[in-house]
């Protein structure tokens, strides 16, 4: 059963627009959110975070947004760049010292 | 930018033989963590350890053994490889604990057993 959920597999967006990509979550006690960047044969590099008692993180054109009550966080990308092509991993953690990932979004930007 | 490192990268290996993935870190982490992942899934835990001696499987049942003997060491083991053991291994380190879970990954191994 999986606790956190990327629904959409793949995601295309024009250069200089918005990305937005979306996960769900199903477990309550998660209190730190994550997302990752992964490009092919490389492993995960940590992008940005946000805490339960947050509703929005800033870090230059990324943002996170954390809808408690809906189970959802969204990550924003603007503008996107060619460089922002790459799997993207939402990850939660309950505070024990463990995350769990989702599945993953792969994000294509378009010239 | 995180040190943390695995060899080799890539290995191609039979079955039956023995292997030990490598992972390093320099950041001086106590909590280490290995995770595989198939294209497309989500990265399983299959191990991870809260410092020197202290190992624990993860939540992925996995026929691979870990070791802690020095804080900056944390390698992987496969007795007897098999084709079902073919996947990426991701390790990564952090200081855990609440807000600060987050964890550092290093590049990963491809292990490919014919």
């Known amino acids: 059963d999986q606790q956190v959920k990327q629904n959409s597999p793949s995601l295309s967006v024009q250069e200089g627009r918005i990305s937005i990509l979306n996960c769900d979550y199903t477990?309550?006690?998660?209190?730190?959110f994550l997302w990752y960047k992964k490009y092919p044969a490389e492993g995960p590099t940590f992008l940005i975070s946000?805490?339960?008692?947050?509703d929005k993180n800033e870090d230059g054109r990324f943002t996170v947004f954390l809808n408690k009550s809906a189970k959802h966080l969204s990550l924003h990308i603007v503008p996107s760049q060619p460089g922002d092509s790459a799997v993207y991993f939402c990850?939660?953690?309950?505070?024990?010292?463990?995350?769990?990932f989702g599945k993953g979004t792969r994000l294509h930007i378009l010239p | 930018e995180a040190d943390i490192y695995q060899t080799p990268r890539y290995l191609v290996i039979g079955t039956g033989k023995k292997i030990t993935l490598e992972c390093s870190q320099t950041?001086?982490?106590?909590?280490m963590y290995w995770y595989q992942q198939d294209p497309g899934m989500e990265l399983h835990l299959i191990h991870y350890?809260?410092?020197?001696?202290?190992?624990e499987k993860g939540d992925l049942s996995s026929e691979s053994t870990v070791s802690r003997i020095r804080t900056e060491h944390f390698p992987l083991t496969l007795e007897s490889a098999r084709p079902s053991h073919t996947s990426q291994y991701l390790c990564?380190?952090?200081?855990?604990?609440?807000?600060?879970?987050?964890?550092?990954f290093g590049p990963g191994t491809r292990l490919t057993v014919l």
């Open positions: 990564a380190s952090g200081l855990g604990a609440g807000e600060t879970d987050t964890q550092y």
């Open positions: 477990n309550s006690m998660f209190d730190y």
């Open positions: 946000i805490s339960s008692i947050k």
């Open positions: 990850a939660a953690s309950a505070g024990d010292d463990k995350i769990i």
């Open positions: 950041m001086g982490h106590d909590k």
């Open positions: 350890s809260y410092g020197v001696n202290s190992t």
